[in-house]
Every structure is written in C-alpha cells, then in structure tokens.
C-alpha cells in the first residue's frame, strides 16, 4: 500500500507483543502512562527515544496507533524483537474519530 492510500484505509492499527493480550482483555488497552502508574505489568516493545520523545510532548496518556500495519515503527520492532509473537488490535478509523 501505497502512502496515497493511507488516508483511505478503514482501520488504525496498534500494534503489541502478543503476551499483553491477557491484561489488554482484563484493564483494556491502556497507555503506558496509565499502566505505569497503576503498576501493570507488561512487555514494552516501544523505543526509548520514543517513549521520550512522546513523554516530553505529553503524548504517553495516549495509545499510539498507525494508520497502515506496515510503519517504521512496526518494522523496526519487529526486526529488534524477531523472537516475540505480535498481534495487531485494530480500530475503525470512523470509531476513533468519536
């Protein structure tokens, strides 16, 4: 897919170590903020560069999601973490918006 397309695609997608899935199913998908001040347990695949960066912009009480299963951010986690098991949990983009 093209990146002209992207604005035309139905879902947004999150993507995460299939290990969270449990917790995600119990507290729901929370953001790192809210899970690190509750004490939740959980395999954190994110950058440290971008966890900063999205801390200093008050960005960490939100859970990222990309708009096409196939960003940099993806690609990059998966070739540092090529032994772990991820799933992606999508959203409409038209529910997102609400």
């Not at 997608?13 to 199913?25: D, F, K, M, R, V």
């Not at 560069?49 to 196939?70: A, Q, V």
């Not at 799933?87 to 997102?96: S, V």
């Amino acid at each position: 897919m093209g990146l002209e397309n992207v604005k035309n695609t139905k879902l947004l997608y999150h993507l995460t170590a299939l290990e969270n899935l449990e917790s995600i199913i119990e507290h729901g998908l929370l953001p790192r903020k809210s899970m690190l001040e509750a004490g939740l347990i959980f395999n954190d695949v994110a950058s440290t560069n971008i966890i900063s960066k999205r801390t200093l912009l008050g960005l960490d009480k939100y859970t990222p999601f990309h708009f096409h299963p196939y960003s940099s951010f993806d690609v990059a986690v998966k070739r540092e973490y090529a032994n772990t098991d991820f799933i992606y949990l999508c959203i409409l983009r038209e529910d997102a918006e609400k």
